[in-house]
């Protein structure tokens, strides 16, 4: 992430679906030029990253992953869930 900075960058995010934060990973990521981590609640983030982690934040997917199951459930398209203005909304 400092590379990025170097050639130029201004802001730098990092996002994942699954926040595997295995040690030392919550001290790299407060060291580093990374300004935020944004991770799905798909699995709980370890008690250490919760702690020391500033950087790391957690959004939940439950209601799109809810959106997504009653569009299935009903035969509706989940392809409205994909659309920006739709699926932002989804996202706590």
Same mark, same amino acid.
């Given at each position: 992430? $400092?590379?990025? %900075? !170097? +050639?130029?960058? !201004?802001? @730098? +995010?990092?996002?994942?679906? &699954?926040?595997?934060? $295995?040690?030392?990973?919550?001290? *790299?990521?407060?060291?580093?030029? =990374?300004?935020? #981590?944004? @991770?799905?609640n798909t699995i709980p983030l370890p008690p250490s #990253? $919760? *702690?020391?982690?500033? %950087?790391? *934040?957690? =959004? !939940? #997917?439950? %209601?799109?992953?809810?959106?997504?199951? %009653?569009?299935? &459930?009903? /035969?509706? !398209? #989940?392809?409205?869930?994909?659309?920006?203005?739709? /699926?932002? $909304?989804?996202?706590?």
């Amino acid at each position: 992430t $400092n590379a990025l %900075k !170097s +050639f130029g960058a !201004s802001r @730098v +995010f990092a996002f994942a679906t &699954h926040g595997l934060f $295995n040690p030392p990973a919550a001290d *790299r990521i407060e060291e580093c030029a =990374i300004e935020e #981590v944004i @991770v799905a609640n798909t699995i709980p983030l370890p008690p250490s #990253v $919760n *702690r020391e982690a500033r %950087k790391v *934040r957690q =959004i !939940s #997917v439950g %209601k799109l992953l809810a959106q997504a199951i %009653k569009c299935i &459930h009903t /035969g509706d !398209s #989940v392809q409205r869930l994909f659309d920006m203005d739709e /699926g932002v $909304n989804l996202l706590a």
